[in-house]
């Protein structure tokens, strides 16, 4: 049974970079099947779908958010990262990392508990 | 992008009501529709995924339908623990995205 656990700052300045990493256990993040994805929930908002990347590298962002943000994987350590760049208030939200199945209808199978990021000074 | 348009936003009942929620993408998805019960503090669990496939687990009181852009969550006799919000999410391109919630509350 694959976990997926987020670990990062819960708070981060304005203007500042907000980075969170995914542990993956229970599976490995260089399965072929498999994409690794960050969605956010906003306070009182619905869910927002941030992005994913391949073990190979290769990503697929949400262009509301291209310009700031970055995601890697790290085979090695079985990780991926966010990283979001000149954050605002409106950043503030629950970040989740999930696993999409790519040869099952590209839905996340499997969810993170989630982290709560206040962008505040 | 594709928008997914969700209604009710919210909707009162009681413990062994039937409830439909429905889901509307702005085009064309076929089948790639999932649907997820979000609780506070928790991560979303996945109720249903490829529109009406039952994922593991998943009490059959639930059950999804639809094609293209028009899909419906049922829930046939409310249970206590399924007073929690719904959420569709598309998947057939992205930016994958999500409808914006129907809160289910107990009347």
């Known amino acids: 049974q694959v976990q997926l656990q987020e670990s990062g700052p819960g708070l981060v300045k304005p203007s500042q970079t907000l980075s969170l990493t995914c542990t993956v256990s229970g599976g490995s993040i260089s399965s072929a099947a498999y994409y690794w994805s960050w969605i956010r929930h906003h306070p009182g908002k619905g869910l927002e779908w941030i992005g994913y990347?391949?073990?190979?590298?290769?990503?697929d962002y949400n262009p509301s958010l291209q310009s700031r943000l970055t995601i890697s994987v790290d085979t090695s350590k079985n990780q991926f990262s966010l990283r979001l760049s000149s954050v605002t208030a409106a950043d503030t939200a629950v970040y989740y990392c999930a696993r999409v199945s790519r040869y099952n209808w590209n839905y996340c199978d499997s969810w993170g508990q989630g982290t709560l990021v206040t962008v505040s000074s | 992008d594709i928008q997914m348009t969700q209604s009710p936003s919210s909707l009162s009942a009681s413990v062994g009501d039937r409830v439909t929620i429905t889901c509307r993408a702005s085009q064309s998805i076929t089948s790639y529709l999932t649907w997820y019960q979000g609780k506070p503090g928790r991560a979303p669990k996945v109720l249903i995924y490829s529109a009406s496939t039952l994922q593991s687990g998943v009490p059959s009181r639930f059950r999804g339908s639809g094609s293209g852009t028009d899909f419906t969550l049922t829930i046939s006799s409310l249970q206590v623990e399924d007073f929690a919000t719904y959420y569709c999410q598309q998947s057939y391109s992205t930016p994958y995205t999500f409808g914006q919630g129907t809160n289910l509350e107990i009347k």
């Open positions: 990347i391949y073990y190979s590298g290769t990503t």
